[in-house]
């Protein structure tokens, strides 16, 4: 039982360039979340996904776009990276959106 | 905006000692949670208490919630180096149990054998 994965685990980029980050999960829930964290700043909400068919914003969603693609899978794009999205980026899950969240790993993506 | 705020922000103590951690939030919860975070990985839910509970245990760990002061506490007993680690407070911010967590900046503990 994998849980939470999150594809990759290391990112690279350039000022401009874009890119999808993955996360799948294998538990059968209902609700997906996209954080970011940074030193001294805690974790921030950027989008979730309450049900499969549903998105909503959270607190800093500017240059990011998501897409719940199956129950499974909610994925993160960057459409043109910028220094200030340095940082480490977890996915979540939870049965519900009332119940305790499930972490990935997370992906550190270093724009350049 | 942070609506958890931790205190301490670092935390050393010696094995077999017991660590306090604190959280203050700003506006009403349906629940409050605590998480742990090793380095390097994805944070680990430890304990939900939820608005209307005063007090929670779970094995080696006590969480208490005080509404009329908008605040919680994370007791840690006996304390393994194992429990070195981040721990953040997360609450759902009143928002009608929408799964939407406000975590706080955390408190790194280091427990020295």
Avoid at chain 1, 41 to 64: C, F, H, Q
Wanted: some cysteine.
């Amino acid at each position: 039982n994998a849980g939470v994965t999150q594809t990759p685990k290391f990112q690279v980029l350039k000022t401009g360039q874009s890119m999808t980050l993955q996360c799948a999960q294998d538990m059968n829930h209902n609700s997906m979340y996209w954080y970011r964290q940074d030193p001294g700043m805690g974790l921030r909400l950027i989008y979730y996904s309450a049900s499969e068919g549903t998105t909503d914003k959270g607190e800093v969603p500017n240059g990011y776009n998501v897409s719940r693609l199956n129950k499974r899978e909610f994925s993160l794009r960057l459409e043109s990276a910028a220094p200030s999205q340095t940082s480490v980026y977890f996915c979540a899950s939870s049965a519900e959106s009332y119940l305790p969240l499930h972490f990935g790993n997370g992906t550190r993506l270093t724009v350049t | 905006s942070q609506q958890g705020e931790e205190d301490p922000q670092a935390l050393s103590i010696q094995e077999g000692e017991n660590a306090t951690m604190n959280c203050s939030y700003k506006t009403s919860i349906n629940n409050l949670q605590w998480y742990r975070q090793n380095s390097g990985r994805g944070l680990v839910h430890l304990i939900l208490i939820r608005s209307n509970e005063r007090e929670k245990h779970s094995g080696r760990l006590r969480v208490t919630l005080d509404t009329s002061k908008k605040s919680s506490s994370l007791l840690i007993t006996a304390s393994r180096a194992a429990d070195t680690a981040s721990y953040f407070c997360a609450t759902d911010a009143g928002s009608g149990n929408t799964g939407k967590l406000i975590f706080g900046q955390g408190t790194t503990l280091q427990v020295k054998p």
